[in-house]
């Protein structure tokens, strides 16, 4: 199973992003997929996470309204669309995939990881 994450990158303050993540060699549909975010010094945490079919979604409350998550299972995508973004949001982001019917907030039960897209907010 691999996951390709891309689209981070340097923008300023306020500015917007577009974080996809593209799966081969999984039954796409059968998984969970999650963002994850880890920023110099601190722990990997939660982000966003939709379920399978994608009618259920969860996010981390301080992103809540401004970051929305997608997926087209199709195409086996999951995208990150990350809006009026904060310097405290400079991270680097990870996907993942949780074979599951509902998403989850927990780090621990995600089976898969991409390798991580950076995204620095200047102020």
């Known amino acids: 199973v691999q996951l390709q994450a891309s689209g981070g990158g340097l923008v300023q303050a306020g500015d917007s992003l577009r974080l996809s993540c593209a799966a081969s060699g999984v039954i796409f549909g059968n998984y969970v997929m999650g963002w994850f975010r880890q920023a110099p010094g601190k722990e990997r945490e939660f982000v966003a996470a939709?379920?399978?079919?994608?009618?259920?979604?969860y996010f981390k409350d301080s992103v809540e309204g401004r970051f929305t998550i997608s997926r087209d299972n199709a195409k086996r995508t999951v995208t990150l669309q990350v809006n009026s973004l904060k310097p405290e949001d400079t991270a680097v982001y990870y996907c993942?995939?949780?074979?599951?019917?509902?998403?989850?907030?927990?780090?621990?039960?995600?089976?898969?990881w991409g390798q991580g897209t950076l995204v620095t907010v200047s102020s």
């Open positions: 993942a995939a949780h074979r599951a019917l509902l998403p989850s907030r927990d780090r621990e039960v995600y089976d898969y």
């Open positions: 939709i379920s399978y079919s994608g009618r259920t979604t």
